[in-house]
């Protein structure tokens, strides 16, 4: 998860397999360890705009929780 508003992956198959559950899905929740927060990954999955709820073990910086909250998405941690 980038501070350019999108989610990625390192791994081309599973990013097409998400990328299938999540348009058939009728909200989408990211679990994502606080460790990925602010890094670039080479497949790109979704924009920020595609998630409705993030949950993880720590808050990301203040940039990206604006940039969250500006897209709706509803932080649990």
Do not use: N, W, Y
Not at 42 to 51: G, K, T, W, Y
Request: aromatic share 2%; net charge negative.
């Amino acid at each position: 998860m980038d501070q350019d508003r999108d989610v990625g992956d390192d791994d081309h198959a599973e990013v097409a397999a998400v990328s299938a559950a999540m348009q058939q899905a009728a909200r989408v929740i990211l679990a994502v360890d606080s460790s990925k927060f602010g890094r670039r990954a080479p497949v790109r999955l979704a924009s920020l705009a595609d998630i409705d709820a993030l949950v993880t073990d720590e808050l990301p910086d203040g940039r990206l929780v604006a940039l969250l909250r500006e897209h709706g998405v509803s932080i649990h941690c």
